[in-house]
């Protein structure tokens, strides 16, 4: 009877030449494919590509100097979150935003975030508390309408509100509420025109209040406040066609 061949020489008939080189060609497909999905995602989220305005894959290859195949993922990739649309003979497009859907996300970011907090508020971890002070200490530090600080604002309130959420004990609630946050962003930066007078800093001041005096029933009654009046602005003050009709209305 003819003896099995060995291990070492089914894994060596099976390696690709990519791998024989060091494995360095795939890695750079999917390094590739996660630069164009970023570049494409942050432009739909700021409002830079605008709702309903359409996605020419040979144009993105033009734009991005690269071949088909990491356009197409990241596409893909954005069309299962959302932030992409797909329609038979018309092709890619950003994904429209409705008044309705504004009102879900709403909504939905007012019961995971108030879920998370109240959980967190019961765990009480001390780090939690620790670094929730030291995000809105940062974010206090700098201003909204400032053009020249805008960018860090921006970065420092969405730390500030995964701060918010991250002493809930759940990766899968705080990956949710991030994912709920960008998709609030974007409609945000539909009404970026408007200068709001509302004073943010201290709504958020007022959560973590809250939060620190362990009370999670004011600590989730602010942040619905905090978030319908998002909304508010939002639908009364957007670029895009939204609208109006206060949050909770039939």
């Not at 497909?29 to 989220?45: D, F, M």
């Not at 890619?92 to 935003?97: D, E, G, K, L, T």
């Not at 053009?147 to 969405?158: D, G, I």
Request: charge should be neutral; proline fraction near 4%; aromatic fraction near 6%.
């Amino acid at each position: 009877m003819p003896s099995a061949p060995s291990i070492h020489k089914i894994t060596a008939e099976v390696r690709t030449p990519e791998v024989l080189d060091g494995g360095s060609a795939a890695p750079q497909a999917t390094n590739l494919t996660s630069s164009v999905y970023e570049q494409i995602r942050a432009e739909v989220l700021t409002g830079k590509l605008r709702p309903g305005e359409k996605l020419s894959p040979a144009g993105l290859r033009d734009r991005f100097g690269t071949g088909g195949s990491p356009v197409r993922e990241a596409l893909n990739r954005l069309l299962s979150e959302g932030y992409v649309s797909l329609e038979d003979n018309k092709g890619f497009r950003v994904a429209s935003v409705s008044q309705q859907e504004l009102r879900e996300l709403v909504t939905a970011r007012c019961w995971v975030d108030g879920i998370s907090v109240s959980e967190a508020i019961k765990e009480f971890d001390i780090a939690w508390e620790e670094n929730l002070v030291l995000a809105l200490h940062r974010l206090s530090k700098v201003s909204r309408i400032n053009p020249q600080q805008y960018a860090e604002w921006e970065r420092l309130h969405k730390a500030f509100h995964v701060a918010l959420v991250s002493g809930c004990g759940s990766r899968w609630m705080v990956k949710t509420s991030g994912r709920f946050f960008d998709a609030a962003e974007r409609y945000r930066m539909l009404a970026e025109n408007y200068v709001s007078e509302r004073n943010e800093l201290e709504e958020h001041r007022e959560i973590v209040d809250a939060c620190l005096e362990r009370n999670p029933k004011r600590a989730v009654e602010l942040i619905k406040l905090h978030y319908a009046r998002t909304y508010e602005e939002v639908i009364s003050h957007s670029l895009m066609p939204i609208q109006s009709k206060p949050l909770g209305g039939q």
